[in-house]
């Protein structure tokens, strides 16, 4: 049902604070089982870390760039089950192959058909290829078993325990051979199904890019879901880049009834009695509301948007000591494209083979989106968008700033003229982001990207604190980078504050259409 705007008459039920994919997902689905939500987002811009932004004509994004299984109604992607409940749809361009891995010693295709990707592997090794298909297979298997249960269905309290026995009961029947599996890390799979050294590194590489962590630190199920949905649906790139998706959640929360305030910076979390009873913004405003959600990380909010008496000091300490993926360079260039008539849009060029993946400068990802939407560029123009990992340390905006940042840009280069030779020449516009943008831009711990929790050394933050009425969603709740795996967290969290039967009926509701 739709109601009017929050007023001082109609009290806020939820405060959201961030406007990120996960807080958009909570805060929509919240309006949507008919709360009073209000979403407060210190930018300028909603989106955090997938917002996007426009210099000289030229449209970047300013993180995500790569999807799959926005529009087709098979999709287990948990973005698209919440569009679908706020009554958004996106327009898309689908594309194959999803990329090109470049390697020192060649080239990979990577097609979302399992069959042509192994093709492409068995050019540069046969045995690899063969053992990278019984790889796959095992890690399909158990996303067949998962995808009977929607992540739209979940929630992270034990009520989630009776919502798959009353209503996926056979779904969990079909999980029960894969329970060793799911608690795997992609690495155990890997040692038991391939020795090939290149299709090894080649797998490293996948999970990295999924989850920031090689194989062995990386969730078997985070990537048997990349898998079976990059084959099942495909990928697509959003008309408009990830401001679409962003612009898709807003319309939706507002459509609900739910408020976005921009430029809304929040300070501290107001506590009474070991409870949540509002927010204090800069200004100096006070919005009551009994639930608040932060989208900050977790360090941010341990930090900075609570005092230091607010929580139980060991677990305020423990929390606080969660490992944090390292930051990025980001380099955001608009070039010149006449003579690229067939360039692709996604790459990833890892410079020297006797150096680790996740050293910071060696893999380099690359996107050109306006292959697909001509739109984001000025005519004869192309955006470009590449990015490696950069530790925050070090950092400082002194005098050797603009040097060191010139500097470290040169990895980049050096990835991009393995697609384009010429790209020096070319560039028209050149941005060069490091991690104190990232951090200054985005508010966020470092500039990181969320927790670097390896498989089987610890659960990730839960959506729960010891705050009664405070929650949190995001990258640092729920494994993986990437925007499933936030939208997810704003799933389970939304769910967690309503009652189930809300939950079953919204399925239902979806189910009939």
């Known amino acids: 049902m739709n109601f009017s705007l929050p007023t001082p008459q109609s009290p806020l039920d939820i405060i959201v ?3 990120g994919i996960g807080g958009l997902c909570a805060a929509g689905l919240l309006a949507r089982y008919g709360k009073r939500v209000i979403v407060c987002e210190s930018h300028t811009i909603p989106g955090g870390a997938a917002h996007s932004f426009k210099r000289r004509g030229f449209e970047f994004d300013s993180g995500p760039s790569f999807y799959c299984g926005l529009t087709d109604v098979q999709s287990l992607n948990p973005i698209k089950q919440v569009l679908d409940a706020l009554g958004e749809s996106l327009p ?7 990329g090109k891995y ?3 010693e060649g080239t990979v295709a990577v097609y979302s058909n399992t069959e042509r990707y192994l093709h492409e592997v068995e050019k540069i090794t046969p045995q690899g290829a063969n053992e990278l298909q019984q790889f796959t297979k095992r890690l399909l298997g158990l996303y067949d078993a998962m995808k009977g249960i929607p992540t739209l269905a979940l929630r992270s309290d034990w009520q989630v325990i009776l919502i798959l026995l009353q209503h996926y009961l056979m779904s969990l029947g ?3 051979p894969y329970l060793p599996l799911v608690q795997s890390s992609v690495g155990d799979v890997m040692d038991r199904t391939v020795n090939d050294p290149w299709v090894r590194r080649l797998i490293d590489l996948e999970c990295f890019l999924l989850s920031g962590l090689k194989a062995h630190g990386t969730i078997a199920p985070e990537v048997a879901f990349m898998l079976g949905e990059r084959s099942r649906v495909g990928v697509e790139y959003p008309i408009g880049g990830s401001a679409t998706i962003v612009n898709a959640l807003v319309r939706g929360l507002e459509r609900w009834g739910g408020q976005l305030r921009l430029g809304c910076h929040v300070e501290q979390i107001l506590l009474e009695a070991g409870k ?7 200004n100096g ?5 009994p639930i608040v959600i932060s989208n900050a990380t977790i360090w941010d909010t341990y930090n900075h948007l609570l005092r230091p008496e607010d929580l139980p000091t060991a677990y305020r300490q423990e929390a606080l000591q969660t490992l944090a993926v390292k930051s990025f360079m980001h380099l955001h260039l608009g070039i010149r494209a006449d003579g690229l008539e ?5 790459h990833v060029v890892v410079n020297d083979s006797g150096v680790d993946i996740t050293t910071p400068g060696n893999t380099c990802m690359i ?3 306006s292959v697909w939407d001509a739109a984001l560029a000025p005519e004869g123009h192309h955006v470009v968008h590449a990015y490696t990992l950069e530790s925050y340390t070090g950092w400082e905006r002194n005098d050797g700033y603009a040097v060191k940042k010139r500097e470290k840009a040169e990895s980049l280069y050096r990835a991009l003229e393995r697609i384009i030779p010429d790209i020096r020449e070319r560039v028209v516009l050149e941005l060069i982001g490091t991690p104190l943008t990232h951090a200054h831009y985005l508010r966020r711990y470092q500039g990181t990207y969320g927790p670097a929790i390896a498989a089987g050394q610890g659960m990730f933050p839960s959506t729960h604190t010891p705050i009664q009425g405070l929650y949190r969603v995001g990258d640092s709740t729920t494994p993986g980078i990437g925007v499933p795996a936030v939208a997810a967290s704003g799933i389970l969290c939304a769910n967690t504050l309503v009652e189930r039967s809300q939950t079953t009926d919204l399925l239902d509701i979806l189910q009939k259409k």
């Open 17 to 19: 604070i961030g406007s």
């Open 102 to 104: 470049h390697f020192p």
């Open 367 to 369: 996107s050109i989106p």
């Open 285 to 289: 405003e006070i919005l009551n509301a």
């Open 276 to 282: 949540v009873v509002g927010v204090k913004l800069r």
């Open 342 to 346: 067939n360039l692709t849009g996604h």
């Open 92 to 98: 898309v361009v689908p594309y194959d192959p999803l």
């Open 174 to 176: 079909q999980m029960l």
